[in-house]
């Protein structure tokens, strides 16, 4: 009679056998779900100093530095007048209800912003171009806005009226403003981009802060994530804020999870950049 | 004998391939994510960059009197367009937009492949230059400068600044200039001379001022309007409220700013002596020989004759209000008669606003659109 099947140390055999290979397919499953979340991780990363080199560059071409955009300079803290929008005036101003106060009306075409007009955060700037003949005595006259309200332009088109309390371009006084139809008014924020800790999980981000709240615009990033060098024309580094010309921006941001390197090691890995910004609207001539 | 096989082999193949090709696919997925958010990266830097150099190419061939002419009026715009070194393909295109007389505004937009305009299918970057006039620099001395002037009866030249009436969009009044500044005034009892002062006795001849020469050619190669010598009736010339450009006789209308050719302020230059037989016009009257103003004429801007100028025509009114200078105004036995001088900056400074060069602001010129 034959007897089919397996003898014990068969079985005991086949089932070590079966546990190597179990064991290894586990692995290899661990193994592969560590590298794709390492991937990912790394892949994040390097997206968040993507957002940092298309995001901070482009808040700071636009800063005229001689003209004071540089609030305040710090190593990992900066404060800036940001530009928020572009309109041009349709008519001449007109007199408001006191020295300063000027009615200006804003055409709605040419308008360019990423955001409209909020009087409460926004202030503008008022080209002011008084002797036409020279553009040495060009300038901006600088104030807060009120709230708008709905005009006519001359050319019939559709415009908004603001009041605007406004201090005179340098070199002009108040009543001789200098300001004609046609001047540009730019509308800036002023704000400031700093290296803060989240009381929320522990981790460093860099955030947006702004006159009401903070709020992370990327990270996490690592305690000395954000780094700022002011540098002059020449290239050598200033701490006069009217002096600069240039401004190098470092950002070194981290997994937001550890993830195991090729040893099996948990580890945080960290990647950066480093952006040179010329600032566009210095003073020329 | 056909053995039976029985065993793992095929379905921890099996296994594997599934675990490698996992593997390989999030791989690539990955991969794939990483390349295109960088070339994403990579091509907005690009479009900045051909938007940079659409910026830098925007104004090339433009001078403030060109531009002018083709955008007449506040908010009037023109496309332009162009390509990278290197590419046949549009690499940016813009607008051109007038903000008042001496502003303009230029956007351009450029993407990623070059040529794109759609957001969807490209990276696109618009920047904004805003850029004015920074005219050829010129300082009056004198409501009417010339080599020689001898004033007959009627004429009156003041250096007083003057508002010129209807022009709203004026400065104060300046300082005054000196009304008569020549190396040879000749003055007779029915003239009036006026200006701080009245006059200035140069030591030039009567000869266009040597001075002078320099700016007469500078402003002559950006003339808009070119005319032979030859007698001229003038005056603005426009259907509906298009003002006629084209017409070199139209040299715009000082009666009215809000009228069709209120806003337009040519250059004009005429090669040789010119005859005025009447109209009215402004800007930059640039004449290579003599003007003989022979019938009523009013100017404002500015004149500048490398010969003589005579208006001796009895019943006609001839005004300037700007600034005249010549070789000659009158010359003994024949004076200047019956014609009116005033200074006035502002239109000095609106007729020049046709010249120089277009610069970007000194400051906040720059602009990222959205």
Same mark, same amino acid.
């Given at each position: ?285 | ?99 008042? %007389? ?10 990623? /492949? =070059?040529? +794109?305009? &759609? @957001?969807? $299918? *490209? ?36 250096? %007083? ?10 400065? /104060? =009044?300046? +300082?005054? &200039? @000196?009304? $008569? *500044? ?189």
């Amino acid at each position: 009679m034959t007897r089919r099947g397996f003898t014990l140390p068969e079985l005991l055999v086949a089932l070590g056998l079966l546990g190597v290979l179990g064991a290894a397919v586990v692995g290899l499953l661990r193994g592969t779900q560590d590298a794709y979340r390492a991937q990912s991780q790394q892949f994040d990363v390097r997206q968040n100093l993507r957002i940092a080199a298309a995001f901070l560059p482009g808040e700071l071409r636009e800063l005229d530095a001689i003209d004071g955009d540089l609030v305040a300079m710090g190593a990992a803290a900066l404060t800036i007048r940001a530009q928020r929008q572009l309109a041009v005036l349709c008519r001449p101003p007109r007199a408001g209800s006191g020295p300063s106060s000027l009615m200006l009306t804003l055409r709605d075409s040419p308008f360019a912003g990423w955001r409209d007009f909020n009087p409460a955060a926004d202030s503008v700037f008022v080209f002011s171009d008084g002797d036409t003949a020279t553009p040495d005595d060009d300038g901006w006259a600088t104030g807060s806005i009120g709230s708008f309200v709905p005009d006519t332009c001359p050319d019939g088109r559709l415009g908004r009226r603001f009041t605007a309390s406004l201090r005179p371009a340098p070199g002009r006084s108040l009543g001789s403003w200098g300001i004609t139809a046609g001047a540009p008014v730019l509308g800036f924020e002023t704000l400031g981009y700093r290296l803060y800790r989240s009381s929320e999980d522990g981790r460093w981000y860099v955030g947006l802060q702004t006159a009401t709240d903070m709020q992370p615009v990327l990270g996490p990033v690592t305690s000395d994530g954000l780094a700022f060098a002011y540098l002059d024309s020449t290239g050598l580094v200033t701490t006069q804020s009217s002096r600069v010309a240039m401004i190098e921006i470092r950002v070194r941001a981290q997994t937001l999870a550890a993830i195991r390197d090729g040893r099996g090691r948990l580890v945080q890995p960290v990647d950066s950049v480093v952006m040179l910004v010329s600032l566009r609207n210095n003073r020329r001539f | 004998m056909v053995r039976n096989r029985r065993g793992v082999a095929l379905g921890l193949v099996l296994w594997a391939l599934v675990i490698g090709s996992a593997v390989l696919t999030v791989a690539v997925f990955i991969g794939m994510q990483e390349r295109r958010a960088a070339g994403t990266g990579r091509r907005m830097q690009r479009a900045m960059t051909y938007a940079e150099t659409g910026l830098a190419d925007a104004l090339a061939g433009w001078t403030p009197g060109l531009l002018g002419r083709r955008l007449l009026h506040p908010f009037d715009s023109i496309a332009t367009g162009g390509t990278g070194a290197g590419s046949a393909e549009p690499s940016w295109r813009g607008t051109i937009r007038r903000l008042n %007389r001496g502003l303009f505004l230029v956007s351009v937009q450029a993407g990623d /492949p =070059p040529g +794109s305009t &759609v @957001a969807t $299918v *490209a990276t696109l970057s618009r920047l904004g230059w805003v850029v004015r006039v920074r005219p050829v620099p010129l300082r009056i001395v004198a409501a009417l400068e010339a080599g020689g002037v001898a004033l007959g009866d009627g004429a009156r030249i003041s250096g %007083r600044d003057q508002l010129v009436l209807g022009w709203l969009d004026c400065p /104060p =009044p300046d +300082s005054a &200039v @000196a009304g $008569v *500044a020549a190396g040879v005034i000749d003055t007779t009892g029915g003239s009036e001379v006026d200006g701080l002062p009245a006059t200035i006795l140069t030591a030039m001849d009567t000869l266009f001022p040597a001075a002078r020469v320099g700016l007469f050619d500078q402003l002559a190669s950006q003339s808009t309007v070119e005319l032979p010598p030859g007698s001229w009736s003038v005056g603005p010339t426009s259907s509906g409220s298009d003002c006629n450009v084209s017409d070199p006789r139209n040299w715009g209308d000082p009666s009215d700013p809000s009228a069709p050719c209120g806003d337009y302020w040519p250059i004009v230059h005429i090669s040789g002596n010119v005859h005025v037989l009447g109209g009215v016009g402004h800007g930059i009257l640039l004449i290579d020989g003599d003007l003989v103003i022979e019938g009523s004429f009013r100017f404002l801007g500015i004149i500048l004759v490398r010969g003589e100028v005579q208006a001796a025509s009895a019943g006609v009114s001839v005004s300037l209000e700007g600034a005249l200078i010549a070789a000659r105004a009158g010359v003994a036995g024949r004076p200047l008669s019956g014609i009116a001088i005033t200074y006035s900056k502002c239109m000095v400074s609106n007729s020049l606003q046709s010249s120089g060069a277009l610069v970007p602001l000194r400051s906040r010129g720059w602009k990222q659109l959205f």
